[in-house]
Structures are given as C-alpha cells and as structure tokens.
C-alpha cells in the first residue's frame, strides 16, 4: 500500500546516476534550454510591456500636439510661421519614434534591447520638443 501512494504521489525511486547526485549530459542540456526559454520569454515580455508603454505616450503625445495646433488656429504672421515650423519639427520627431516602435514590434524578442535603445532615444527627442514648444505657446 505505501508503494502504491509513493508512485501515485511521484515519489518513485530515481534512476541509479540520479540516487547518488550524479549530473548527466542528458540533465545540463535540459536545464540549458529551460533556462534559454526562460530567458526568451523574459525577453518577449518586457518587449512588448515596453511596446505597449511607448505606444501608450505616444498616442497620449499626439493629441496633446492637437491640442496644441488648435490653439495655435488663431496665431498671425511671424507667430504663426514659427508655430508651424515648431509643429513640423514635432511631427518629424513623432514619426520618427512611430518608425522605432514598428521596428520593435517586428523584432525578434532577442534582438529588440537594441532597438530599445534607439526607441527610447528618438522618444526623448520628441517629448523634450513637446515640452519646449509648449512652453513656447
């Protein structure tokens, strides 16, 4: 009866390498690739967290540049030929992060830390001119 409970419950006797603490090829190449799948999820997780994320502030950016060229409807002369230089400047750099966070979302979940980089470059690029041309209006 005890020998029927420790083989229902998993408890079955190791095989001899395993009794006696003995590590295989066969258990390091496993471990390995559990390990690398761990890895790789980790990877693909925080990728598209941060996909998400960037997606998330630019959608938000981009209706405050809306907001912003609204306000900027009514502007006259030299005012108004600087505001629209500012915009372009704003919407080149949108497009540019819009491109990163496509890069990323076709990246391998291996290969997108690099293109993070760039990402969060070109984002801080966009955001600091945000945030000086609306202190301008």
Known sequence: MLGLVLIVS????????QALGRVT????RSDVGKA???TCNAAKQTKED????LNARLNELEAEIAKLREKAIDLKD???VSWDRTLADL???REAARVKLDEIGQSSAEA???????????WDDLDKAFHEAAGKF
């Open 36 to 38: 690398l799948d761990t």
């Open 10 to 17: 998993g408890c079955e006797p190791k095989p001899a390498d």
């Open 50 to 53: 941060f996909q998400k994320s």
């Open 91 to 93: 919407e080149t750099k």
């Open 78 to 80: 030299e005012n108004k």
């Open 112 to 122: 997108w830390s690099d293109i993070q980089k760039g990402a969060q470059s070109a």
């Open 25 to 28: 090829s066969q258990d390091v």
